[in-house]
């Protein structure tokens, strides 16, 4: 028997798993796709949308986390827009960009900045 932790523990993962499957799908159809039409984009959204669909949501403790699935909610209402595939695009992969931006700032931190680093050579 598994416990109640350990539960929620695997269906966060599992629906972590399911936006970020979400979200690279919808990004790599616009990034690598010659001619992306909105036909194709809303077919790509409806697929995905299933399997998301299928789990429940759960509470994302992470801000990266929040953004990933404030810009999927986003991929979703912008399918039943009105706004072009370009416009789509544009929007989509500068919050793509955003968010990857912001994840590496976090992860990534220049020592060169830092005073600390060159005291001992006074």
Do not use: C, G
Request: hydrophobic share 30%.
């Amino acid at each position: 028997m598994a416990s109640d932790k350990r539960i929620e523990n695997a269906q966060r993962l599992r629906y972590i798993r399911l936006l970020e499957r979400f979200f690279n799908s919808v990004i790599s159809y616009l990034t690598k796709s010659e001619e992306p039409s909105k036909e194709n984009y809303i077919k790509r959204i409806t697929n995905n949308s299933k399997y998301l669909d299928r789990t429940d949501p759960i509470a994302l403790y992470k801000s990266e986390l929040n953004a990933l699935e404030d810009i999927v909610k986003r991929m979703k209402s912008l399918a039943t827009s009105e706004a072009t595939i370009d416009e789509i695009s544009t929007e989509i992969l500068r919050a793509a960009n955003k968010l990857e931006q912001s994840n590496n700032n976090r992860r990534y931190k220049k020592d060169k900045h830092k005073n600390e680093q060159f005291k001992d050579w006074q």
